[in-house]
Antibody, heavy 120, light 113 residues
Framework: QVQLVQSGSELKKPGASVKVSCKASGYSFTNFAVSWVRQAPGQRLEWMGWINTNTGSPTYAQGSAGRFVFSFESSVSTAYLEIRSLEAEDTAVYYC?????????????WGQGTLVAVSS | DFVMTQSPDSLAVSLGERATINCKSTRSLLYSSNNKNYLAWYQQKPGQPPKLLIYWASTREFGVPDRFSGSGSERDFTLTISSLQAEDVAVYYCQQYFTLPITFGPGTKVDIK
């Protein structure tokens, strides 16, 4: 079945970097973009952007460009989210999701989520 | 940005009763050229990722029970659970994909009364 499996929780200090992985299975990886969505404690889901796994072109939401970097390795069907210069406000659960672009853009399925906690 | 709001923030419904969740966009999500509303609904159970329920405002995803239905157009949308089951306890989110950035509603928590 179609599945996205993310890497485990991370505890980082402010200023450090973290790289979250998202391994896809059950479908052709390069046929669907992968989106990243974060959910800070008590907050709504926040779309961060996506990466076109066919062309390699990323699209970042305003505020995500700069410290957030999307990448992928098609040989292992894995997408990555790197967050640089971590801040306490980056503490959140980060989800990857396959983008269904049948004229629109909705997300199905989602990875199980990766908690990134930033604390000194 | 298209801002999404939801009401109520939470609701408690008896088993077997109807639950209704509202979602409102600051701008119309109806694309005139194809007459489709660019809105999806998700269910998020505790400790789990969101799960797609509905897209195009009213098209149920494969495998989603038919007690879940979506309706509405332009700026106002509704997710209805016709007969609440215990496994429906969750937070429900609407999402617009009419334009970037994609935005979500704040969520509505559904509990059993």
């Amino acid at each position: 079945q179609v599945q996205l499996v993310q890497s485990g929780s991370e505890l980082k200090k402010p200023g450090a970097s973290v790289k979250v992985s998202c391994k896809a299975s059950g479908y052709s990886f390069t046929n669907f973009a992968v989106s990243w969505v974060r959910q800070a404690p008590g907050q709504r889901l926040e779309w961060m952007g996506w990466i076109n796994t066919n062309t390699g072109s990323p699209t970042y939401a305003q505020g995500s460009a700069g410290r957030f970097v999307f990448s992928f390795e098609s040989s292992v069907s894995t997408a990555y989210l790197e967050i640089r210069s971590l801040e306490a406000e980056d503490t959140a659960v980060y989800y990857c999701a396959r983008v269904i672009s049948e004229g629109g853009n909705w997300f199905d399925p989602w990875g199980q989520g990766t908690l990134v906690a930033v604390s000194s | 940005d298209f801002v999404m709001t939801q009401s109520p923030d939470s609701l408690a419904v008896s088993l077997g009763e109807r639950a209704t969740i509202n979602c409102k966009s600051t701008r119309s999500l109806l694309y005139s050229s194809n007459n489709k509303n660019y809105l999806a609904w998700y269910q998020q159970k505790p400790g789990q990722p969101p799960k797609l329920l509905i897209y195009w405002a009213s098209t149920r995803e494969f495998g989603v029970p038919d007690r879940f239905s979506g309706s509405g157009s332009e700026r106002d949308f509704t997710l209805t659970i016709s007969s609440l089951q215990a496994e429906d306890v969750a937070v429900y989110y609407c999402q617009q994909y009419f334009t970037l950035p994609i935005t979500f509603g704040p969520g509505t928590k559904v509990d059993i009364k």
